[in-house]
């Protein structure tokens, strides 16, 4: 995967996380959540920093460093294994698992 796919890619999912209503739906649903509440701050939280990171940042070089210290520091992803509850219930249809699949695909390139 070339990072300018990649890039291309995560950029167009920005504009159906603008549609978030902050209801937590996703994070109740999420048994990763309810086991690791106090180290990982669910999808919800994580559909947020995607958003901020795309909000703050318009230079890839600067948002890939972003997502490097996200995936791989306080806010972490690898408590997500993926079950898949947390999209189904959003009441706005956005595609949580998609988001976390691309803080995975992000980091992975780093």
């Known amino acids: 995967v070339s990072t300018q796919s990649t890039w291309a890619s ?3 999912q920005f504009m159906e996380l603008t549609d978030c209503v902050l209801c937590a739906s996703c994070s109740a649903a999420c048994p990763s959540y309810w086991w690791n509440n106090d ?3 669910g999808p919800a939280a994580m559909v947020q920093a995607w ?3 795309w909000e ?3 230079d890839k ?3 890939e460093k972003k997502v490097k210290q996200f995936t791989n520091g306080f806010v972490t992803i ?3 294994h993926n079950i898949g509850n ?3 219930v959003c009441p706005k249809n956005i595609n949580v698992d998609r988001v976390m699949n691309g803080f995975r695909m992000l980091a992975s390139l780093n």
């Open 51 to 53: 958003r901020w990171l």
């Open 10 to 12: 995560v950029a167009n």
């Open 86 to 88: 947390c999209t189904p």
């Open 39 to 41: 180290v990982y701050y």
């Open 78 to 80: 690898e408590f997500c």
């Open 61 to 63: 070089a600067t948002f």
């Open 56 to 58: 703050q940042h318009n």
